[in-house]
């Protein structure tokens, strides 16, 4: 299993980054996905999660209304597009799975907001 994160950056309070994650290694297509993140001295969060199929997803109180998870099965690709970026929301951002009871990461990107 291979999960790689792309995206990350310095934005301005109120800008916007789309984060992506390519995936190999696993049947993508069968698997909900969620990207965490982690910030200095805190522990990582679950920022959003999506199901399979796309049908269904779910945020995190703290990026409702701003961050939105989505995916394309025929490219084994997850996306996090955040809007309105907040310097609160400064972490490494990470994708993961979960494979057969095995928990899986990326190596993570960071984003950084701050004017």
């Known amino acids: 299993v291979q999960l790689v994160e792309s995206g990350g950056g310095l934005v301005q309070p109120g800008g916007s980054l789309r984060l992506s994650c390519a995936a190999s290694?696993?049947?993508?297509?069968?698997?909900?996905m969620s990207w965490y993140r982690q910030a200095p001295g805190k522990e990582r969060e679950l920022v959003a999660i999506?199901?399979?199929?796309?049908?269904?997803?779910n945020y995190a109180d703290s990026v409702k209304g701003r961050f939105t998870i989505s995916r394309d099965n025929a490219k084994n690709m997850v996306y996090l597009q955040m809007n309105s970026l907040k310097p609160e929301d400064t972490a490494v951002y990470y994708c993961?799975?979960?494979?057969?009871?095995?928990?899986?990461w990326g190596q993570g990107t960071q984003v950084t907001v701050s004017s």
């Open positions: 993961y799975v979960r494979w057969y009871l095995n928990d899986y």
């Open positions: 999506i199901t399979s199929a796309g049908g269904s997803t």
């Open positions: 290694g696993f049947t993508f297509s069968r698997s909900a």
